[in-house]
DNA sequence: GCCAACGTTGGC
DNA sequence: GCCAACGTTGGC
């Protein structure tokens, strides 16, 4: 079992959107090394940290667990979808998804707490101006992290 | 809304 | 396969 980060931004798909619905696939990831994660590594029962971007309150806001492994994000067809991709193939699909299921929400622990714990120091989403949408992290680091919320 | 950093594209 | 130009991301 493995532990991952995936960012959203809240405006467009929450955590409480998440709650809501309990089950979501992942659409959207447009960047070769997110997708290959999604593609090569991440597994049914991995543990997955929601991540607000840009919006008032930036951080980790809860955990979900990957439920679905990777099969073809059908939006990259559709012409409407802001994540169509003219030059993905139906016969050999340039993106793929996986599908979560909402576990709990955590009290926010900012970006800015992040930063600033040493323990975090080599997480992708600390280091400068990275923008993964998808990135792993270490037991350590989900452990670091937890325990930053105060709650167990 | 600004802008730094990074990914992608395309000409050569 | 290099690399300059361009587009996008995301924190602030």
Redesign the pocket.
């Known amino acids: 079992m493995a532990y991952w980060l995936f960012?959203t931004?809240p405006d467009t798909f929450s955590i409480d959107t998440l709650k809501q619905q309990k089950v979501s696939c992942w659409e959207g990831v447009?960047?070769?090394?997110a997708r290959n994660m999604m593609r090569d590594e991440i597994k049914v029962g991995d543990q997955v940290f929601i991540y607000h971007?840009?919006?008032k309150d930036?951080g980790v806001v809860g955990i979900a667990t990957v439920i679905r492994e990777a099969y073809p994000d059908h939006f990259q067809f559709d012409p409407e979808s802001p994540y169509f991709d003219p030059?993905s193939a139906p016969e050999n699909p340039r993106w793929v998804m996986v599908d979560i299921e909402y576990q709990r929400h955590l009290r926010l622990v900012s970006?800015?707490r992040m930063?600033a714990n040493p323990a975090l120091a080599e997480l992708p989403l600390v280091?400068?101006?990275?923008?993964?949408?998808i990135m792993p992290v270490t037991d350590v680091q989900w452990h670091e992290i937890l325990q930053m919320t105060g709650q167990f």
């Open positions: 960012k931004e447009r960047n070769y090394q971007s840009s919006c930036v030059k970006l800015k930063k280091q400068r101006g990275s923008r993964l949408s």
